[in-house]
């Protein structure tokens, strides 16, 4: 049974640029949650989506966007990067009903640098 | 602003001996709270959690303990071994379903030493 998969790995990209960052959820999850986790922090909620919409966002400007497919993976899209934006980007995929528990299954992030 | 804070960046145990690491919250609105463990270049894994109903869950060596007056829970590992360094992320949410966004610590890395 395949975890969270993410793509790609590691990531370099300029000020300005653009880039999208993929997510694959835990066989049988429908819904995908994306965090940012900048050096010597914790992990922060970006946005989550189930049924294809984003349903809760947290504090992130409207420069980072996604995208759920009906197949329940999700993309990550960050414009205009900054230099700020530099971090591991971490999917968390769930099961929206039936779950007694906040569990999210993470993947191993991607790593994004800004230069 | 930081809702859930970690303020041990590290903390260092001999194997075999007890870990106990701290976190404090400031909303009283999280009604659920969970633990992460994260090892290098791997994702955070879900280690336990506590409903906000609850003083206390146990699950082989981990414990989990809430105040919530005190807004504080810690964990405890006992005994300690090698395979527990890591660094230990701690996690609060409104509610218990998946619905719910984790406010993450900074978390503490933990060493246990042979």
């Known amino acids: 049974d395949a975890g969270v998969t993410q793509s790609p790995t590691h990531l370099i990209k300029t000020r300005g640029q653009q880039v999208t960052l993929r997510c694959s959820p835990k066989?049988?999850?429908?819904?995908v949650s994306w965090y940012q986790q900048a050096l010597g922090q914790g992990p922060q909620f970006i946005f989550q989506?189930?049924?294809?919409?984003?349903?809760q966002r947290g504090n992130f400007p409207d420069r980072f966007s996604g995208h759920q497919f009906p197949n329940y993976s999700s993309e990550l899209n960050v414009n205009a990067l900054l230099l700020g934006d530099s971090a591991l980007y971490l999917c968390?995929?769930?099961?929206?009903?039936?779950?007694?528990?906040?569990?999210?299954?993470f993947g191993p992030g991607t790593r994004l640098t800004v230069l | 602003d930081q809702q859930v804070k970690q303020n041990s960046p590290s903390l260092s145990v001999q194997e075999g001996r007890i870990s106990i690491l701290n976190c404090d919250y400031t909303?009283?609105?999280?009604?659920?709270f969970l633990w992460y463990k994260k090892y290098p270049a791997e994702g955070p894994t879900f280690l336990i959690s506590?409903?906000?109903?609850?003083d206390k869950n146990e699950d082989g060596r981990f414990t989990v303990f809430l105040n919530k007056s005190a807004k504080h829970l810690s964990l405890h590992i006992v005994p300690s071994q090698p395979g527990d360094s890591a660094v230990y992320f701690c996690?609060?949410?409104?509610?218990?379903?998946?619905?719910?966004?984790?406010?993450f610590g900074k978390g503490t890395s933990l060493l246990v030493t042979p």
């Open positions: 066989s049988g999850h429908d819904t």
């Open positions: 996690a609060a949410s409104l509610g218990s379903n998946s619905g719910y966004a984790l406010n």
């Open positions: 968390a995929s769930s099961l929206a009903l039936g779950t007694a528990y906040n569990e999210q299954f």
């Open positions: 909303n009283s609105m999280f009604d659920y």
């Open positions: 506590i409903s906000s109903i609850k």
């Open positions: 989506y189930y049924e294809e919409e984003e349903r």
